[in-house]
Structures are given as structure tokens and as C-alpha cells.
DNA sequence: AATGAATGAGGTTTCATTCAT
DNA sequence: TATGAATGAAACCTCATTCAT
């Protein structure tokens, strides 16, 4: 009988009802923000990509700050065993009642921190995508030089992260697939980002005459298609090591736009 | 990264350092934040890009926009919002949240001042109920003579505080029912009292001669069904407005006990 | 994840799917149809009395005609249990797990008759409200002079049949009372129409010259009150006996509206 | 009051006597009705008021619109449907409902032709592995030389089969991934088919001496990733048109394994 | 007096599968 | 071959209540 189901998504401008005594503000990463009272810090990973808006009222993620040392939040006990189930069972074959048993906590703080299965899950792959983006970006940042240099810095800290992290790899890469539209939206999001992410400093490598012209958006997907695919048999096979991926795969990505790779490549990486 | 410590866990909306009721929140650019509160929208150009936070009581813009000086006892403030949403809501779809939003208080604070939902519905009825009872028994001592002159004055007392307290009208003769014996038997104790009061007058008047002897018992259940359910149709759907209802209403109860009524009830009430 | 959820309410004039092959038709009361295939019989209560309009997609009410006389259809059994239940508990104290046990039904079937537990609830009000009306009717026909003679047999019929039918009554006068919007309108809706029916009748009664003018909308509802009352009362704790309403209340109201009523009537009714 | 017994029990769509599938209706008044199909609405006026019956077949505006003359086997149109709705769907938001909705055949005949829903899915999937290999097979047949030619001709077949195919395309490389261990056992069996026959034949192009020595395991798994991903793009979002994949995709593949192609390819892009 | 994170029993609903006809 | 009513296990989610602080 839910008969009043919460003013449905009240245009953003209307709100009615005091959601929070707001006091400080970080903008962690383009999509992740911290916010905090008195009290508390809140997280919320929710930005809308589009069109830049938070509505606070999504936010659940709360991060109590009080006893952030002594034993790991409640929250991060569920993202943990989340991470577990969600990445052995996948989304269906995941029973919230196996995340509360490996988390050991109760189903109803599920509930209190996430809205819904759903929301628990793309809170996975948004703090995954989040952390595979600060590593490319802090690889370019360590390159000096605009150009190829930097298309390869970011590469290797794609397969790397991906490399130590199988579980968030498998969520991202195998789990998220075929989930339907809402899922999808989030993986075209974070796929998008890495692409176009690729796609820039191939642009600038054009630009400083190391390669020649070419239709860069095709090669950023098409190159992300290469790597994925490989972590992918990784995650799921094992089947050719992490660690042999890289000096077969990276100079293949880069001959296919032309660019000269010495063929002792043995230690190239 | 916040080390606020607090300075004695106040009450979200009474502190003394309020900064803003955050509501929702643009990141424009990465250096730039448009905030709103339910009746603002301020912007922000001043993200510290090193460290991406913000501590909004650094900036300009800030407003104070409301004081929440409501110096309202926290169990009145319980009340008042409980009227609110079980009339509105009714008892089952009502959550205890929802009177947390409404009020500003603490979940807890409920079950400080009242021992469960249940209790702090039937709080809201009898409250209501010891009202009507009251305003009542006033009308009836205003009249000198025993007889139908009280049963009129009585019976325009209890129409016109329902209409006069639309909410209360709802819970009582709505919200409360069909809600299972413990909510059932306090209704009929106020449906009863009601009744009883009605019964006692109109024997007086037999006693008096006004009207010849009849079941009175039958009579006053009659006579408080034919009040209740117009002023239930006023209260759900604002039909037949409030002010026209004694004018029909009260003749046709007299008349129904043979107590001549003139028939020129133009302003008769 | 119901990504898709079946292309909701679909502008009734663009349905995509065949729904059912139509070889007949009954309109039974004026808001149920019973339409046939070749092969079964269906029914469906919802007519939306607004509009008038059907949506064939809202019917799971079958009646199958292939096995009806050997033994209860299933659809039966369900919709017997549920009165039970419903009656005894009111709607939200009901579990479906009770009216399966009493129906000895598997909780599936239910779910094949009925899109939920509120249309479960509805379907009997609905049953009712329509038997109620047709003895109205049907007590209505059988007095050959209009005026006040058809309006006492209504009102004889409608009390007759809240004493024959206990459970059916408390569920739609006290059961269906409080849930919320939608439970909220088939009451009023059910509500309206018999009050209509009383008010036209009275109205024939003024024309007709036995009584006098009088706002007959305020005096159905007044009457339909008080009438609700003393049932209500005697549903809930069978006080005054169902065979003593009449004899009081049928003069009382015919009174209200001064018309003449001798005062012998002992075996009045 | 139906009692029509029924000639056989058959298949609501292909029975001979199909009078009219009926989709919506409205009472507009007492005696006229309007019903409608999917492409057009009748009236009728004429319900006989006495038993409030009415026979369609008795009705002049009946219109059989659909002929409904499929002659396809029911295994077919189970799995013309099943192809609909897992393309559309996802596996899990796939309901057996659905299917038997668009298939118009009943639930049963499903499990008489698949002995459940994951072969009935894994169907979908051989059927459309052993077609794209069957087309890459005979591309490669037609291709006079050993080499480069022949991994070319194959690749090209598989873009093209895919561009041509669009739903079990997305079956394949969506809807399969992330549905636990048998399905990702189909998938893998497929996937290593295809990567055996381009390994297969880039190992042929090493000997013919047109390509220098490479790990080509890794190469064909990096290039079914660069296409599968290029074509999952266009599928979901129909962004990359399909012809335009090919032009850019082929000569970076080709380049990958320094195989010389000639910078000319004019509109490529 | 006040807080709000945590609990967990219990509800409704879904849907693949069966089987008598 | 075909049907579709019936099944029932299992899933997600709700929310009144508690209690350490």
C-alpha cells in the first residue's frame, strides 16, 4: 500500500524537506563527492555524468567519521563482501542473504547504506572505475613528455591495476554485462571515460608528430576491446599470466597506429 | 579527512552553528559549485584545487536562510508531526520516519515520549476526542433549559469542531478504523461517550415532554452515524462544504423525533 | 532489475499484444463484464466508472467454465478465504499465507487470479457492493407505485442484506475504511452510488408530491450514515440485534423528511 | 451461461473460428459498446437490454483483421521469439511469459522442445556460433592463398555477420557474459573456436612468410577483444555504423602484426 | 533527553517448472 | 503434440523497535 511514494524525484529545484546541515565539501574525483556536518561525512558517488547534479536525497553512503579507525565500517564491510559474492556468483546468482553472511552484518544495514541490490552493485564498479582513472591519470602525470610516452604509461596502469585487482576486474569487465539498461548506462560511462581518456593523448601524439593521423575514437575502442579481452581470460582462465599480457599487447597496440617498436621487447616494459 | 570533533551532539536543527540546509548541488567545472537550499541557489568559484575541498563557512556566499527558532517541547513537535502524516498517510502506510523528517527530531525520541506507534496514534485520538467531548459539554452548560435546546447545541458543537480541525476529523473517523481490535475498542469508547452523551439529553427532553418517547439508544447511533458520514464526505473529498451541512443536518435530526421544526431554516443554525 | 516492466499503462488505444479471442459478452451489473472465448468465461470487476473504459490487460479474473459444477473453482476458493481473512483481520493484519491455508490454495494462484493482494480486496468489495445494489434494485422493482414505497424498500433490502451477509459487510464498511487513495475511491465510489439511488428515489418522492422539498443529496448521505452506524455496531459487537434495526430506524428516517409515519409499528416491517 | 463446448482444445491463435482479438473496450452507454483491436475500434449498439448479453457473432462490424497463417514449425517461432526477447531483455529479465507471448504458443510447448530455459538460450547461442563460423569458413575457402588473405577474408566475414545479425550478435556478446559457469563455458568454447581458426591461419601467414614470428595466441584473443568491442558499441548504441568499422578496424589489425598496408584507404576513416 | 545505526522477522511478489488432460 | 492452471521455493525489501553512547 505504498501509497505515497515519496514525492517521486521532486524537480531537482523543490525540494521540501531539510536533508542535512551541510559545513564542508570535497570533490574527491569528477564523480565522487564528500560532504560533511558537524558530525558525519558523507559519501556520495552519484553525480550524474550528464548534466553535473547531485540530488542529495539519492545519497545513502554515509561515512560516520566518529570510529573510522579502530574496526572497519559497517559500510565497508558490506562493499567488501559485496565485492566477494557479486564477483564469484554474479549480480543474480548473489543473494543479499550470502553478502550478510560473509559480511556479518544484518540485511537491514545493507538497506541503510544502499538504496537497493542495485545501487550496492554500480557502488562496486563506480569505486573500481574511480580508482583505474587515479591510476592512469597519476602514470600520465609521472610522463614528462606529451605523447606516445603517456599513451603507454596509462596502458601499462590499466593492465597493472586490473592485474592486482582480478575481483573489481571481474565486476567491471564480466558481472556488469548483460545486466540491462541502468547497468549498461553506468558501464558505457566508465568504458567511455577510459576511451576518451586514451583517445586524447593519442590526439596529442598526432599533434607532436609521433604517429600519423588517424581515426583516434575507433582505435581507443578498438584497443580497449584488446585489453579487456585478455583480462578478461585472465580473470575467468588465468589462463595467459597477468604479468605476460603486457610486453605482447602493448607494443601490438602501438604498432597497429605505426609507431616504431623496437623488436627486442623482451624487457620492453 | 574531517576531524571535527563535535561539541556535544546537537540537535541537527537547534545547534547555534547552522551554515546551510543543503538540498542539492551542481559541480559546474571542476573549480566551480552551484548549492541550493529549498529557496536559493548560490554558486561557488573557489574549489581549492590542490586539495578539492571546500569548507563552506569560508565562503561569501553562504546564507542562513532559515532560524529554526521553534521553541515547541520535542513531544509536542512528535505530535503535531504525527497528526500530520497519519492523517494524510493513514496508520499503516505512516512511517515512523517520515514523522522523524517532519518533526526534526530523532527516531528515538519517539520511543522516549511514547511506547510504540501504536500508542502514539491512539495519543492523537484520544486527544482529539477529549476535545470534542470538552467543546461539548461547554455548548450544552450554555443552555439554561434541559430538552432538545442541548441536544441542538451539543450536536452543533461536535459538527463544528470537525469542521474546525479537518486532521484530527480525518484520523478519528477515518485513519482509526478497520485497524484491529485494540484500535477498534477505543473507537467505539469515544463513539460510545459520544453517543451516551446524546441518548442522555434526549431522554431529558422525553422527560421534559419535547418529544414523545422513543428508542433513544437506536436514536443517537443513528444520528451520530448521519453526522459522521457527512462530515467524512467533507473531509475526504470538501463536497458538501462544511457550513452547509448543519442547516439540512440539524432539522432532519429533529424532525426524525417528531420535534416540530419550523420550516423557514434559511439561517436556522 | 525489471528493467522493462510491461510498458506501462499503455495509452489505451496502443496495445501491441493480443490479449484474448472474444466471442461473447455480458454486462452483468454496470461495472462487471463477463466475456467468453470458445473455450472459458471470463469476468472482470474493473470497469473504471470514470471513464467507462476497460483495459482487458487489467483482468485476471477467469472463471473457468470447463469444471464448474463438480467442485469450487479455484478462483472461488480464493476469493471465499480472503472475505474469511479479510474480514476477521482486517486487510493489512491479513497475510496471503492465511487465506492460503484456509483456501488450501498454493500462494501462486493467487497471483494467477489476482494481480495482487489490494485487487484481491478490491474484487470482494466490489462482489458486494454489486449484490448489494441489485437487491436494491431488484426490491425497488417490486413496488408498483413510485415515491416513498420504493425509497423504504430500498432501504429494507440494503439493511436485509448487511444482516444475511456479516463478513461481506464489515469488510466494506469498516475493512476497506483507512487504507489509502485507492481503497479510498472504490469506497466513495460504492458509496455515491447507493446514496444515488436513494436521492433519486426521493426525489420521485417529492415530485410525486409525499413529501416535501428538501436537499435529498444531504439527507442520502445523512441516511446512508446512519444506516452504516447501527450496522457497523452490530457487525463489530452484535449489539443491537440485526432484526431490531429496522423497526426503529425505517420510521426515523422516513420522519426526518416529515413524512407521515404511524405510530403503531411494531411489526412494521 | 456459457455453455459452449468446445470442439478440441485448439490453439487459441490457429483455431478456424477466430471472430476477433480484442484488446480494449468501453461501456459508453448502457446499450453501446466500443471494443477495439490493435488496428481499429468498433461500435455497437445493440446489446440486448433484457439479459445484458451479447454475441459478437451476431454483430455487423466484426472484422477478422489477422489471418494469423504462420505455418512456421513451433520449435521455429520459440526460438524467433526467444531471440526477441533475450536480445531485448537480458537472460534474467527474460521471462518464459514473454516469450510465449510473442511466440503464441503455450508455456508447456517450451519445455517440450527445450528442456529448460538455459538450453533454450544456450540454442540461440550454438545456432549463431555455428553459423559465424560456417561464414568465416567459407570466406576463407574463397580465398586462393595461404596467409594474410585468407585471416583477412575471415575477419572481414565475422564484422559482416555480425553487422547483418544484430540481435543474436548481442546475445553472444552481452546477454551470454556474466551468467555463471555454464553459460561463460559456452561462451568460452565459442570464443576459443574463433580465436583457434585466426590463430590458425596468422600461423599460416608466419610460415608463408608474410608476417615476422609473434605469439599469435595473444594476438588472436587482443583482436577478437579490438572487434567484439567495436561491434558491441554499435549494437547497444549503434554509434560506429557498421560499415564504417571495417575501413579503420581491418589495416590496424594488420599493421598490430607489422603486416604492410598501403596508406591509401581514401574514405577509410 | 536525545541520537541514529543496527536489527531481523515477516511481508509480498516473481517465475521456472510440472502434469493432468 | 499441445495446453495452461497450479505449484512453491526463494528473492528483495520494509520498518517498528532497540540500545550503546
Given at each position: 500500500m505504498p501509497e505515497q511514494r515519496n514525492k517521486k524525484a521532486p524537480g531537482r529545484s523543490r525540494g521540501t524537506t531539510v536533508i542535512e546541515t551541510l559545513h564542508y565539501l570535497w570533490i574527491?574525483?569528477?564523480?565522487q563527492i564528500a560532504y560533511g556536518t558537524e558530525r558525519r561525512t558523507f559519501l556520495c558517488y552519484?553525480?550524474?555524468?550528464?548534466?553535473?547534479?547531485?540530488?542529495?536525497?539519492?545519497?545513502?553512503m554515509i561515512h560516520s567519521a566518529?570510529?573510522?579507525?579502530?574496526q572497519k565500517s559497517t559500510r565497508e564491510r558490506i562493499l567488501e563482501a559485496a565485492l566477494d559474492i557479486f564477483s564469484s556468483k554474479g549480480y543474480h546468482d548473489a543473494r543479499l542473504d550470502d553478502i550478510v553472511e560473509v559480511a556479518?552484518?544484518?540485511?537491514g544495514s545493507i538497506y541503510f547504506y544502499f538504496p537497493n541490490k542495485e545501487r550496492l552493485f554500480l557502488a562496486l564498479v563506480d569505486q573500481f572505475a574511480d580508482l583505474i582513472e587515479r591510476r592512469a591519470t597519476e602514470a600520465i602525470e609521472r610522463?614528462?613528455?606529451?605523447?606516445i610516452d603517456r599513451v603507454r604509461a596509462a596502458i601499462m596502469a590499466v593492465i597493472e591495476t586490473f592485474g592486482k585487482y582480478r575481483r573489481p576486474a571481474k565486476i567491471l569487465?564480466?558481472?556488469?554485462?548483460?545486466?540491462g539498461a541502468p547497468f549498461e548506462k553506468k558501464r558505457l560511462e566508465v568504458t567511455d571515460r577510459f576511451a576518451a581518456l586514451i583517445k586524447r593523448h593519442l590526439d596529442e601524439a598526432i599533434t607532436v608528430g609521433e604517429i600519423q593521423p588517424i581515426d583516434t575514437a575507433v582505435v581507443a575502442h578498438a584497443w580497449m576491446g584488446a585489453i579487456y579481452n585478455l583480462v578478461i581470460r585472465w580473470v575467468m582462465t588465468?589462463?595467459?599470466p597477468a604479468e605476460r599480457i603486457p610486453p605482447t599487447l602493448v607494443p601490438l597496440l602501438l604498432r597497429s597506429v605505426n609507431y616504431p617498436v623496437e623488436e627486442k621487447q623482451g624487457n620492453a616494459v
Open positions: 574527491l574525483t569528477p564523480n552519484t553525480i550524474n555524468s550528464t548534466d553535473q547534479s547531485v540530488d542529495l536525497r539519492d545519497r545513502r566518529d570510529k573510522c579507525s579502530d556479518h552484518i544484518s540485511k610522463q614528462p613528455r606529451a605523447g569487465l564480466v558481472q556488469a554485462v548483460g545486466l588465468g589462463d595467459p
